[in-house]
């Protein structure tokens, strides 16, 4: 064992020792050494540390014993695909995906542009998780983030916003009742915020996000058809939404119309960030979802 093993592992174990374990090695430690490693673990490289290491533990094993991940289906996919069967090929979206406006605040055109590389690649980290799937090849061929960037007044309100969302004719695949605004602010989060593949979203205390704003924000607020729900009558119409989230349960739910903007953002308070529809699926700002959880 390494000089430079901690104390905590059992004697004659290293960290590659028990990485690199299949079953029966591991069987021969006893519960009491594995309750003070685990302890041990905890105490020195916190809890993203220690889910980190069983990740990888059981990584290695998979390998070693010849089990394949199996890769399911990307819900963009799936919502369309389902959508194909029901109402026939001429149903195919072509193409698919957002309209966005970018905020006239953002001046510099040099760090739009980053932010718009910075943004694609966001999404090629999470489409990467996608590739070995049949298919995902052409539908991702389809897939569309038609930027606007004159559009707003001056002030890049929410609501010229909205109504210019409302003055488009865009093809089904890109008309949805939400479109994407970036701000300044979250031009920054997606220029300095970790990659999706860094960590588990729940240890990143920072995401990359853009702004869903809903079509109704263009209406006067007391004007605001929000499904009779009392509760939705002051909602802002908009949210902060993670960019990671936006070819997962984001567009199929909004692409199928499964809720409303109200339903999907009307609870997403200040800067928090919708990630999914789970309990933990709000990101609260600066904060992260197991730091939220552990105040």
Known sequence: MSSDTPAYYPEGWDRERLLNSVTNDLDSLTEDQWAVFREG????????????????????????????????????????????????????????????????????????????????????????????????????????????????????????????????????????????????ASLDSILNSPLPSSAKRKWRKNIPFVLAVSMKAAKEPNAQDIEDDVAGADWRGYFNVAVESLLDSFFSTVAGDLRSPFQLGGHVSGEDIYCDHTRGGIHKAGIGYWDGRAR
Do not use: N
Not at 146 to 168: F, V, Y
């Open 41 to 184: 673990l905890r105490a020195d490289k916190g809890e993203q540390g220690f889910e980190e290491f069983f990740d990888e533990m059981w990584r290695r094993e998979k390998i070693a014993k010849g089990i394949k991940d199996t890769v399911s289906e990307p819900p963009f996919m799936e919502i369309m695909r389902l959508r194909e069967e029901r109402i026939g090929s001429s149903a195919k979206w072509d193409p698919w995906g957002f309209v966005g406006f970018k905020s006239p605040e953002i001046q510099d055109q040099a760090k739009w542009q980053a932010c718009r590389e910075r943004f694609d690649i966001i999404l090629q980290d999470y489409i990467d998780q996608y590739r070995e799937c049949p298919g995902v090849d052409e539908y991702l061929s389809k897939m569309e983030f038609r930027w606007i960037e004159d559009a707003g007044d001056a002030e890049g309100s929410i609501k010229s916003i909205a109504e210019a969302r409302t003055a488009l004719e865009l093809p089904p695949g890109l008309d949805h009742s939400l479109s994407l605004y970036i701000t300044p």
